[in-house]
């Protein structure tokens, strides 16, 4: 029987070549835009990522502080919850440092009485501890520390990037949905189409004793073989604007740490697996008014 | 009276048909014989094609009962409608062929619903296509034939599953005198092969030139039964 539909459902393929062919590249263009996007998504969310593995908190201690105290402070940070790596950066080499970074205008830091810069513990936080809460927090408890006068980590930008990155989610989940939901509505009412151009064609089944399952099946697998051909289509559309596009693009000059990635093997097939259902669905649906008796 | 009964294969009793205020059948009663040939016959609008169309399912009747071969067709499920239709051979004044299917498929189309293989059809289908003069054309598509060689696929499609009734809608109606005289030689074939016939046309000619019981219905009542 499966076999059977299957070569009934290519041979309307063949013989709908038209519109079967509008609906698949309705359908590659509708996975195209949900794609580009999710692509688009995936590699703003790595890069958020990859740019809050580099935040750290910098606690500066106070003038008078002993080196036993200092030791002591060094033990309590390492033992905090979050604390990856904790490095000691001494007034000295903070001036030596900040006058390799100024470069030629060092001379001017030369007019110094002496060194105003403290010393200072440099954070590093654990991976499961990169959210801006978890930040939040971990600088407050450094901040309560005896000896510690102040506490630094990028408020400003962390505040920002947060900001941004959960604009991201928030409209990505909506565009996503909103593209899912019309490209249902699309492969629906396409499929709706061919029906209704078919219409005739179904009535003549009906009368010569076909049952629901004989019109049906082919009907199913060119929706769902269409759904794949499209959603496919729609992946190596993407694909190609992507080696077109990235390579003129090159981030990595920009930024060392973040590399654009196409999306996962994984993600295209789940996509190619979501047109197939939705072509499913939308034969459902389409099939329902036309095959009531 | 026993044995009369056991020879009906179409039995309607007191059956009506109405489309919102419009009666299109009034109180019909019919019954017909196994392997009988009918005329079923009046002018536009008396009924014929909705009598057709009540006998296959493509209608349910308002009122009143239907009995083919002993399934009541009020009574039976939805599930059992293409088992009913698949008793009948239904031929129509529009022919009613798949354009995207070649003649070949469009008869071969009613072997494939009922489940048989495709190396069981092939010879069926060109025996057929053989007895009804179109096995030249079988590859051909339906718009490039002529009107009288589409009803000949139509009568090859009503012929091919051997179906017990055959019910013929206007079947001459758009086909010129030889096209429509050939249609009706392959209608008496195919009576003469064991089927029971029933023939809706206005043709008078037609219903004069040859033998078979006449039911003439005006208005959606028998008007005459001879």
Redesign the interface.
């Known amino acids: 029987m499966l076999i059977f539909a299957a070569k009934r459902a290519l041979t309307d393929i063949v013989n709908n070549k038209f519109l079967h062919i509008v609906s698949i590249v309705t359908i590659a263009l509708s996975v195209f835009i949900v794609s580009a996007f999710s692509l688009f998504f995936n590699n703003a969310t790595d890069f958020l990522d990859a740019w809050r593995t580099g935040v750290r908190v910098i606690a500066y201690v106070g003038a008078n502080v002993t080196e036993p105290q200092r030791t002591r402070l060094e033990e309590t940070i390492r033992n905090l919850n979050g604390v990856s790596v904790v490095e000691f950066i001494s007034k000295d080499d903070a001036f030596n440092d900040l006058k390799q970074k100024i470069g030629q205008q060092s001379s001017l830091l030369d007019g110094l009485d002496k060194n105003p810069l403290p010393d200072s513990f440099e954070i590093t936080l654990t991976d499961s501890y990169r959210r801006l809460e978890d930040i939040e927090k971990l600088s407050q408890s450094i901040g309560g520390l005896p000896y510690v006068e102040d506490v630094e980590y990028a408020q400003k930008w962390l505040h920002r990037f947060n900001g941004i990155y959960n604009l991201f989610k928030v409209t990505g989940l909506v565009l996503v949905s909103i593209f899912f939901i019309a490209t249902l509505l699309i492969i629906a009412n396409t499929i709706r189409l061919i029906m209704y151009s078919r219409r005739e064609e179904i009535e003549i089944m009906r009368i010569i004793g076909a049952d629901e399952e004989f019109i049906k099946y082919p009907l199913f697998l060119e929706a769902v073989a269409q759904g794949f051909l499209g959603g496919v289509a729609g992946i190596l559309m993407l694909y190609l604007a992507f080696i077109l596009t990235v390579p003129n693009l090159a981030p990595e000059t920009v930024f060392s740490f973040f590399e654009i990635r196409f999306i996962s093997v994984k993600f295209s097939l789940t996509i190619v697996l979501c047109s197939m259902m939705i072509g499913w669905v939308g034969c459902f649906f389409s099939i329902r008014k036309f095959l009531k008796l | 009276m026993h044995a009369e009964r056991k020879n009906t294969i179409i039995r309607m009793f007191n059956v009506s048909k109405r489309y919102g205020k419009m009666e299109a059948l009034s109180n019909l009663s019919l019954e017909v014989r196994k392997n009988e040939f009918i005329f079923v016959t009046g002018p536009s609008g008396a009924g014929k094609s909705t009598m057709i169309k009540l006998l296959?399912k493509?209608e349910s009747a308002s009122s009143g009962a239907i009995l083919v071969d002993g399934m009541n067709l009020a009574r039976i499920s939805?599930?059992q409608?293409?088992?009913?239709?698949?008793q009948?051979g239904?031929i129509f004044q529009d022919f009613?062929?798949?354009p995207?299917?070649t003649v070949f498929?469009n008869v071969a189309?009613?072997l494939?619903?009922?489940g048989l293989k495709p190396k069981e059809i092939y010879p069926r289908v060109m025996d057929v296509l053989e007895r009804v003069g179109i096995d030249d054309r079988a590859e051909e598509f339906p718009p490039v034939l002529s009107g009288g060689e589409k009803q000949r696929v139509a009568v090859a499609?009503a012929m091919v599953?051997g179906p017990k009734i055959v019910l013929a809608d206007e079947p001459t109606g758009s086909l010129d005198p030889d096209s429509a005289a050939h249609i009706f030689q392959l209608l008496r074939a195919v009576h003469e092969a064991g089927a029971t016939v029933i023939v809706a046309t206005h043709d008078q000619q037609m219903i004069n030139n040859h033998d078979g019981r006449v039911v003439r219905l005006e208005k959606g009542r028998m008007a005459r039964e001879n």
């Open positions: 296959y493509g939805r599930k409608i293409p088992m009913l239709r698949r009948f239904v009613k062929l798949i995207t299917k498929q189309l009613v494939a619903v009922a499609r599953g």
